[in-house]
Nanobody, 117 residues
Framework: QVQLVESGGGLVQAEGSLRLSCAASGRAFSYYRMGWFRQAPGKEREFVAA????????YYADSVKGRFTISRVGTKNTVSLQMNSLSPEDTAVYYC??????????WGQGTQVTVSS
């Protein structure tokens, strides 16, 4: 059973920064990808960023490219999302997700990010 636990959300002013973390546990790690998604009020969940577990390959939504950075934390089973130059449009619940090679099959409970203007 895979468990994903996010942390690091909160309230920040526009142009500020936050760092989200996702701790994965529950099985031997053969993830294909780990990623972040977000869902704003009244909107559908959208892709933010993802990283391949065994390599440095990462990719981003156009809306966050150049401002957000996804990375694996050393040898720990943790993925972080560094978010810089935040704007109110980034306000959402952010979800960590794992792809075991058959799609985004496991999800965390979400962490709220609120950016004030």
């Amino acid at each position: 059973q895979v468990q994903l636990v996010e942390s690091g959300g909160g309230l920040v002013q526009a142009e500020g920064s936050l760092r989200l973390s996702c701790a994965a546990s529950g099985r031997a790690f053969s993830y294909y990808r780990m990623g972040w998604f977000r869902q704003a009020p009244g909107k559908e969940r959208e892709f933010v960023a993802a990283i391949r577990w065994t390599g440095a390959s990462a990719y981003y939504a156009d809306s966050v490219k150049g401002r957000f950075t996804i990375s694996r934390v050393g040898t720990k089973n943790t993925v972080s999302l560094q978010m810089n130059s935040l704007s109110p449009e980034d306000t959402a619940v952010y979800y960590c997700a794992a792809d075991l090679s058959t799609g985004w099959s496991h999800w965390g409970q979400g962490t709220q990010v609120t950016v004030s203007s």
